[in-house]
């Protein structure tokens, strides 16, 4: 299974870490990665880390705000959210053993339950 947890309601331009916490087997050996749902739309890729930690990737309206890590050690996956925007607002769920479909898009085979992440300006 997987926790997600640390979402809330902040302003426009704070700050949030979502934490996912995995139980019942390891994902350490998995790539690792984060989605949103913001009413009325698709669920959207937001980032992925490598197993190793070694290697990230981000949707292009997070980028430079985003900070996605993990701890093996700890079985968890952070995603540290800096000068958060209005648009933000979503489900955050996190997500494992994910793979890059020929059609663009990131799926995931393990899934966690959502955080609620709101932001007002």
């Known amino acids: 299974q997987l926790q997600a947890s640390g979402g809330g309601s902040v302003q426009a331009g704070a700050s949030l870490r979502l934490s996912c916490a995995a139980s019942g087997r390891t994902f350490s050996s998995y790539d690792m990665g984060w989605f949103r749902q913001a009413p009325g739309k698709e669920r959207e890729f937001v980032a992925i880390?490598?197993?190793?930690?070694?290697?990230?990737a981000y949707t292009d309206s997070v980028k430079g705000r985003f900070t996605i890590s993990r701890d093996n050690a700890k079985n968890t996956v952070y995603l540290q959210m800096n000068s958060l925007k209005p648009e933000d607002t979503a489900v955050y769920y996190c997500?494992?053993?994910?793979?890059?479909?020929?059609?663009?898009?990131?799926?995931?085979?393990?899934w966690g339950q959502g955080t609620q992440v709101t932001v007002s300006s």
């Open positions: 880390i490598s197993w190793s930690g070694g290697n990230t």
């Open positions: 997500a494992a053993d994910l793979t890059l479909h020929v059609s663009g898009r990131y799926e995931a085979e393990y």
